[in-house]
């Protein structure tokens, strides 16, 4: 638009100049009409004129260079960082296998407070051999009156298999109730069942229930030792020296059915008595006794001397049970 409102005065000022020319013309010898040619010719020539003098006001477009060619990618460096396993190799020492439930199986209906022995049946399926020092170990979930850790009832190779009971208590409310034990090595480290070692194993019972929310057929409870009740006649003694004094530890072993129980005593001056053997004929309780006396083969190596003794249930629990501790003075 612009353009054009330049050449438009320039048009017009050819115009008036030749209208001009023809107002002086002489009438006596008047000047021939300029023809239409020569005028487009006039304008043309001025149209392009002007035009070249627009073109030169106007400012040059810069030329753009042209494309450079994009350089091929480099290759990346290579990664000489050393890469980190998702999975971290799991120590094959301390690794157990869940074989089964030797007695309650999961999902066991039992009355409210009923007394009764869990065992787990568990493989060594790691490198290390457990010793009485391992343990098993309640970590979560309803304790059921038991006993927080128990150990082992003896040495258990790589390949073996070992029973491991727990007395307990049902509740004495109405319900289903979960209990979770996992092993403990002698360092301390907690370890369990499966590929990585790391599945606790579990007691699950419902207590009072005419629909247990388990499928699991209750099965009849299997003949165990459920309860040993240890005393002794003096915990804490004070003799002259040599002391010479007789100590008589006693253990009320109950059963909840008819059954042989074999047993030994273990002392903690390392003593381990023979295995022997009581027939129950029924549900119920025997008394055993073991006497120790002390100083009959020399003075002892502390004063005042610290003791124990224990018995050991071995068929059909397999299992410790509480020791009965006492203490002899010598003057």
């Given amino acids: 638009m612009k353009k054009y409102r330049v050449l ?37 020539q001025t149209l392009s004129a002007q035009s070249t003098q627009i073109a030169l006001e106007q400012p040059t477009e810069a030329q753009l260079p042209a494309d450079t060619p994009v350089p091929a990618d480099t290759a990346a460096p290579a990664d000489t ?6 999975n971290p190799q799991v120590s094959t020492c301390d690794i157990g296998s869940f074989v089964t439930d030797v007695t309650i199986p999961d999902g ?26 391992y343990q ?3 970590t979560s979930g309803s304790l ?9 009832p003896g040495a258990v190779a790589p390949g073996q298999s070992v029973d491991i009971s727990v007395n307990m208590v049902a509740p004495t409310a109405h319900g289903t109730f979960k209990g979770f034990w996992m092993l403990r090595n002698d360092s301390g480290s907690m370890f369990g069942v ?15 229930s005419t629909n247990p929310i388990f499928t699991l057929t209750p099965q009849p409870t299997s003949f165990a030792v459920t309860h040993v009740g240890m005393s002794i006649n003096n915990s804490s003694a004070n003799v002259n020296c040599p002391p010479e004094h007789k100590f ?28 022997k053997t009581i027939n129950f004929t029924d549900a119920g309780t025997t008394s055993v006794a073991l006497s120790w006396i002390l100083g009959s083969k020399g003075a002892e190596n502390s ?6 003794a224990r018995i050991y249930i071995d068929n059909p629990n397999h299992q410790f049970f509480g020791k009965q501790n006492f203490t002899l003075t010598c003057h």
């Fill in 248 to 275: 008589t530890i006693t253990a009320n072993i109950e059963s909840n059915s008819a059954g042989e129980v074999s047993y030994f005593w273990k002392l903690s001056n390392g003593t381990k008595t023979s295995e």
């Fill in 136 to 138: 098993l170990v309640f």
């Fill in 303 to 308: 004063n005042p001397f610290h003791g124990w």
């Fill in 194 to 208: 499966g590929a990585n070692g790391n599945v606790p194993v579990s007691v699950v019972i419902v207590v009072g």
């Fill in 144 to 152: 059921l009156s038991a006993a927080s850790a128990v150990n082992l």
């Fill in 8 to 44: 438009l005065p320039a048009f017009l000022m050819v115009t008036m100049l030749l209208s001009s020319c023809g107002l002086f013309v002489s009438a006596e010898a008047p000047s021939p009409t300029p023809s239409i040619d020569l005028i487009s010719t006039v304008v043309l």
């Fill in 108 to 133: 066991t209906v039992l009355p409210a407070g009923a007394a009764f022995v869990k065992t787990w049946r568990i493989l060594n399926s790691g490198t290390c051999t457990w010793d009485t020092n």
């Fill in 81 to 86: 960082s050393t890469s980190v396993p998702n």
